[in-house]
């Protein structure tokens, strides 16, 4: 996602990259348009930090960007490889969004990066998602390292990371509705943007898809003499007793399911491994990358914290998807587990197709709580989540947050399984708050 999470206040206290962030918060342009003119005029500034990355993989896709990468990132660290890795929004601070082979950027190395965009920008309208994604960039360049992992923080095409002439893999995840006011209303016009990060004759790993998307996606891979690797073409993955089964043409791997839970995460594991397998990963690596791979806010269980201890019996669950494809996934996740009481408690950005995201658990839960996201002034207001949840048949209440929620749903059944969900803001407030 391109939307700016914002940084901690500027304090005595507040670290400098807080400070430096806070400032280019101001530069943001006043209508928010998509281009890349804003991103060449500072990469040419800093001396193109983008032509001296290591070999780039590229990814894209509406749900489990996040999930497929940090796959790949434990694949490949897995085979002694050093992996940059950028993502985006951040949940708790933002130097989640910037990994430095291997490990998360130093404040000073982030506000080194920072100040040196901040300088050459001179003042210039930018957005805070282009400034900050050149920051990484260049923070990448200064690095040695073996890969580089870009997220594309929103569409593909005209995605500030959509930067790099030659990369050495693209992915594309899932293709759903979301962000129509910038992509497009139909699935095909999204499925354009999202297929802009195809390069020509570069490889492109391709998860599964519903046909409007997946023939955007072939016809663009065509213009471009790009190879693909889609789901049930090249590569198939699939659950057998108990264990995950994938396929290509370079023979079988029998694997232990994901770490990361939800049915969903097989098809990102998928995708993983079919990037791994064209990078030349062997089964240990391809093993580790579904095993050891951490994701926090997909379907996190809680099991420490003030929250925690509010409710110590309650089966605590923290998830940050918020379009109808991730209510889907997480509806079906929660439909898979031992039947027992199950609550949400919900807060939304008043972007969200808020209705579409929470139909799904109609046959599934039992009540919701609607929040308003703290500090985040693009929130919806509970009451609003609320009204939306009861038009989708959910029994619906409100709470002034997410602590009081909690209190009056295991007040009634303290061994409740409820889960905290509808937008990675709010997630990140409950990291932030929960520790």
């Given at each position: 996602m391109t939307?700016?999470?914002?940084?901690?206040?500027?304090d005595k206290q507040a670290p400098h990259s807080d400070i430096i962030l806070e400032r280019m918060m101001a530069l943001?342009?006043?209508?928010?348009?998509?281009?890349?003119d804003r991103m060449w005029r500072i990469l040419a500034a800093?001396?193109?930090?983008?032509?001296?990355?290591?070999?780039?993989?590229?990814?894209?896709?509406?749900?489990?960007?996040g999930s497929t990468q940090a796959m790949i990132r434990a694949g490949l660290e897995a085979m002694g490889k050093r992996v940059h890795a950028y993502t985006s929004p951040h949940l708790a601070r933002f130097h989640e969004r910037i990994r430095l082979a291997g490990t998360l950027i130093t404040e000073e190395s982030l506000t080194q990066a920072l100040d040196d965009c901040y300088a050459v920008n001179d003042g210039q309208q930018i957005t805070y998602f282009e400034i900050t994604t050149a920051a990484a960039l260049l923070a990448f360049s200064r690095t040695p390292a073996d890969y580089t992992l870009l997220e594309v923080g929103l569409g593909g095409r005209l995605d500030a990371t959509n930067v790099i002439d030659t990369p050495a893999l693209t992915v594309i995840t899932p293709v759903s509705i979301d962000h129509q006011q910038y992509l497009g209303?139909?699935?095909?016009?999204?499925?354009f943007e999202k297929a802009g990060i195809l390069?020509?004759?570069?490889?492109?790993?391709?998860?599964?898809?519903?046909?409007?998307?997946?023939?955007?996606?072939?016809?663009?891979?065509?213009?471009?003499?790009?190879?693909?690797?889609?789901?049930?073409?090249?590569?198939?993955?699939?659950?057998?007793?108990?264990?995950?089964?994938?396929?290509?043409?370079?023979?079988?791997?029998?694997?232990?399911?994901?770490?990361?839970?939800?049915?969903?995460?097989?098809?990102?594991?998928g995708a993983a491994l079919a990037a791994l397998?064209?990078?030349?990963?062997?089964?240990?690596?391809?093993?580790?990358?579904?095993?050891?791979?951490?994701?926090?806010?997909?379907?996190q269980r809680?099991?420490?914290?003030?929250?925690?201890?509010?409710?110590?019996?309650?089966?605590?669950?923290?998830?940050g998807g918020h379009n109808p494809a991730a209510g889907q996934a997480i509806a079906r996740h929660l439909a898979s587990l031992p039947r027992r009481p199950t609550h949400l408690i919900c807060g939304m950005l008043n972007t969200k197709d808020v209705r579409g995201y929470m139909a799904p658990f109609?046959?599934?839960?039992?009540?919701?709580?609607?929040?308003?996201?703290?500090?985040?002034?693009?929130?919806?207001?509970?009451?609003?989540?609320?009204?939306?949840?009861?038009?989708?048949?959910?029994?619906?209440h409100i709470a002034p947050d997410v602590a009081t929620a909690l209190r009056r749903i295991t007040a009634d059944d303290p061994t409740a399984r409820v889960l905290i969900c509808g937008s990675l803001y709010l997630a990140g407030h409950i990291l932030r708050e929960n520790g």
């Open positions: 939307t700016a999470q914002t940084p901690a206040r500027a943001h342009p006043k209508v928010m348009d998509l281009t890349l800093l001396d193109h930090p983008e032509r001296k990355l290591p070999p780039v993989i590229h990814i894209a896709g509406t749900n489990g960007k209303e139909t699935l095909a016009k999204i499925a390069k020509r004759g570069v490889p492109c790993i391709v998860g599964p898809q519903e046909d409007d998307a997946l023939t955007v996606i072939e016809a663009q891979a065509a213009r471009l003499n790009a190879p693909l690797l889609a789901q049930g073409q090249h590569w198939h993955v699939d659950i057998e007793r108990g264990r995950m089964v994938f396929q290509d043409e370079t023979g079988l791997l029998d694997l232990p399911l994901p770490n990361l839970p939800g049915a969903h995460q097989i098809d990102n594991a397998r064209h990078l030349g990963a062997d089964e240990a690596a391809c093993e580790a990358a579904v095993t050891t791979a951490f994701w926090p806010a997909r379907m809680l099991a420490t914290g003030p929250l925690v201890d509010l409710a110590p019996r309650a089966e605590l669950w923290l998830d109609a046959e599934t839960v039992d009540s919701l709580t609607a929040v308003s996201i703290p500090g985040e002034q693009n929130t919806l207001p509970a009451e609003a989540t609320a009204e939306a949840a009861r038009a989708a048949t959910l029994s619906a």
